[in-house]
C-alpha cells in the first residue's frame, strides 16, 4: 500500500492507495502517528485510491480514530467507493467514525 500524507492550513490528509490489510498495518500506524503530530485539528483518510481493505484496517481506523479523540482531533473518512463503500456501510461504520 502507498501512503502519501499532507498537511493543508488547519486539515491533513492520508491518502490510501492500493491494498489496506493486516502486512501494511506497520505503514498505517507510522503514517497516522506523523499525522497525529501535525497541527491540524482534523485528519482526513482519502480511501478513493484504495481497491481492497480486510478487518483488521477496520480495526486499524478505530484504534487510529480513538488515539485522534484522544489527541483533540476529528478522523473523516472520504471518498470510499465500490466495495470499500459498502463494507463501510455493511459494517456500520459511520456509527464509529465520520464519513462524508
Excluded at 43 to 67: E, H, P, R, T
Excluded at 69 to 94: C, F, H, P, W, Y
Aim: hydrophobic share 40%; charged share 25%.
Amino acid at each position: 500500500m502507498l501512503i502519501q500524507l499532507e498537511t493543508k492550513e488547519s486539515c491533513t490528509t492520508i491518502a490510501l492507495h492500493g491494498q489496506f490489510v493486516f502486512d501494511t498495518h506497520r505503514d498505517f500506524r507510522d503514517a497516522s502517528t506523523r499525522a497525529l503530530q501535525e497541527a491540524s485539528q482534523e485528519i482526513q483518510i482519502d480511501l478513493s485510491k484504495l481497491g481492497y481493505m480486510d478487518s483488521s484496517a477496520l480495526g486499524m481506523l478505530l484504534v487510529f480514530n480513538d488515539k485522534a479523540k484522544d489527541a483533540g482531533k476529528r478522523v473523516v473518512l472520504n471518498n470510499g467507493q465500490g466495495e470499500i463503500s459498502e463494507l463501510l456501510k455493511l459494517t456500520r461504520m459511520e456509527t464509529m467514525l465520520a464519513i462524508a
